[in-house]
Every structure is written in C-alpha cells, then in structure tokens.
C-alpha cells in the first residue's frame, strides 16, 4: 500500500523576502513609474483595438489617430464575407488551427515533463552532456533548423498532413529546460518515500511530480500555444484543406489597401486570443516566475 503521503501533494514554500520600507513619497513616485510603464506598454494594444473600429479613410490618416473617431462594425462585416466567400469554409481552418495548437501543446508538455524527470531526478552516464546540448539548442532561431526539420519531416514521409507541423513542436527545448529547472526543486526525501512504499517510478511522476509542478507546465502550455497559434504552416501544407486560420487571415492582410478594414480586425483576432488564453493562466506564470525555491 502506498502511504498517503505518495497521494497528497506538496505544496512550494516560496522563500519570503524581507518587507522593504519605503516613505510615502517613494511609494508614490514608484506608483506614478509604474503607471507611465504600463500606459506605454498598453498603447499598441489599444491601437490595435481601435483600428478594427476604423473607417477605410480614418486607418490611412497620417498622422494616424490612437482612437476612432467615426466607430464602425463595416470591418468585422467585410471579414466575414470575405471568409464566407472563401473556398474552404471557415470552420475549416478554425478546426485546423484547434487540431494543430492543442495536438502540438498538449505533446509539447508530455514530451519535455516526461524528458526533463529523469534529467532533474536520476543519475546517468551522459546526463550532463545531453543536458548540455538542450541549453546549447535554445540559441539558435527557428530559421537555422528549417531546412533540417523539412528534410527529417520529407523522410519520415508525413509532409502535408497535420504531423508535420504538430511533430516538430514536441522538440522545442525550452519546455525541457524549464520543467527541468522546476521539477529539480522537489525534494529528494518525498521521492524516496514515495519509493519506500512501492509506488512506481510512472506513478511517482504523475501523482507527485506533475502536481507539483503545475505552475511550470501552465507556463509551457500557455508560450507553446502562443508559438502553435501563430504558426501558418506554409512550410509542409500543401493541401488547402489543411491549412490553419493564420494562413487565411495572413492571406488577407497581404490582399492589398482596399482590404485593411478588415486586416485590420485580423491583426485584432491574432493578438486577442492568446491574450486571454493568458489572462485565464496568468496566475500560473506568476506562481512559476516568483517561486523560489522548495524546502525540506
């Protein structure tokens, strides 16, 4: 039997910093900082926004305006003709876009939480070198592996299916590095009992691990979506019917001047959802950057 400890998790004990006392006038001038930062890091936001509210002559006004000044919905309007009238229907490439983001994020964080355990909890003759190689990974841009990753996709004979773009994702080595970096921070103690009372190494990893963790691999889920939501797949499908809907949108931002009504809600559709996918994981971010460290 194993004890009921195994079964519980363990929660992180975030190392807490001393209380920094700080005078009224300090406490307001870093008020005001923070809120001249914040104005400036939201205002392409908002010009994003307000563009898709735009009239055709307002979005070619120079200087240009931050906001609307005749608010119009002809843009969303013209967007959805134009996906209307399109070859493939529009739930197409809103099915391919699911298809491809989730296959290659829910791999994405099995693969590299399933990689990283025996590289932050075992010892092994090359544990260090490969480790290596994973940090050595994260300086090159995905320019630099584009023509490999084609020609290892083009042998394994999946080019123009939806594994050719889902595949490549489950290598990222970010993802390893940090779940590694995170899952080093569990005690060895609560493996070793966990050991002692017979569970398995599977569900060592799954009933204490992972739980404990979670911070991290919401972390990794949310920046490899990010990454799976933005990707046209250009570079393996072929197929129309297979394409994602940053290609169709792509397709009509590049479609000339009388089209930037409706580019523009596009620009507004590729920002807002992985805007709120963080906004409803942000929590996890938060928890994943400020903790610490774990104590005994």
Known sequence: MINDKVSLKFHFHIKRHKKINRSMAGNVILFIFMGIAGIFMAIPLVYVVSNAFKPLDELFRYPPTLFPRHITTNNFSDLFVLMSNSWVPFSRYILNTIIIAGGGTLGHVIVASLAAYPLAKHDFPGKNLLFSMVVLSLMF????????????????????????????????????????????????????????????????????????????????????FQTMWGNTGSQFLRDEQLKPLQYALFQIVNSGPARQGAAAVVTLIIAAVPIIFFLIFNSSIIETMTTSGMKE
């Open 141 to 224: 841009t995905w320019q630099v592996t584009q023509v490999p990753n084609y020609l290892i996709i083009s042998k394994l004979g999946i080019n123009n299916t939806y594994l050719a773009v889902i595949l490549p994702a489950f290598a990222y080595g970010l993802g390893l590095y940090l779940m590694k970096q995170f899952m080093e921070q569990i005690p060895d103690s609560l493996l070793e009992s966990a050991r002692l009372d017979g569970a398995s190494e599977f569900r060592i990893f799954w009933s204490i691990v992972m739980p404990n963790v979670k911070p991290a691999w919401l972390t990794l889920a949310i920046l490899q």
